[in-house]
């Protein structure tokens, strides 16, 4: 191979060399501190139903989620505030101790009359109610079950 030849292989490896350092520092950096989390009026927008509905508050609906399963089991957090943010950050109201989660993973948005939603926020590995993944915000009942890294969490009165 001539000189030029050799000197443009080399350039071209060095470029995708950094291509792919750039993208696992991008990948680190969303895992360690989340992504953009749109407000609380843009969830409350993404919940809207087409219809509305007349139900009114009973004593079987949800009041707390609650972990099952896994190395924090039995711990739980109230939806009175109409929403809990899950994941390890320190900033969230349901902590999770599981390597596969991420900071700030997903959000729980209780919306009264239009029930409860769960909401992955761009982690990484994922969040699956009844063994589905999800990607946009998704209604949960009492009889759902949220799996979010190795813990299982779920509605309760």
């Not at 190395?71 to 939806?79: M, N, Y």
């Not at 009175?80 to 101790?97: E, F, P, S, V, Y």
């Amino acid at each position: 191979m001539s000189e030029i030849t050799l000197t443009i292989v080399k350039v071209l490896f060095l470029a995708l060399l950094w291509l792919f350092i750039l993208f696992v520092a991008s990948v680190i950096r969303s895992d360690l501190f989340g992504r953009a989390v749109p407000s609380a009026d843009g969830a409350r927008q993404l919940q809207t139903p087409d219809r509305p509905r007349r139900a009114k508050r009973t004593k079987g609906q949800p009041r707390v989620m609650t972990i099952t399963n896994g190395p924090t089991a039995g711990t739980q957090a109230e939806l009175a505030g109409g929403t809990i943010m899950i994941g390890r950050g320190a900033d969230c109201q349901l902590l999770l101790d599981d390597d596969y989660v991420s900071t700030r993973h997903a959000r729980v948005v209780a919306g009264g009359e239009n029930g409860v939603y769960i909401e992955d926020l761009g982690s990484t590995n994922g969040t699956y109610v009844n063994g589905m993944r999800i990607t946009a915000p998704t209604s949960i009942t009492l009889q759902d079950t949220v799996r979010i890294g190795k813990t299982v969490l779920k509605l309760e009165t």
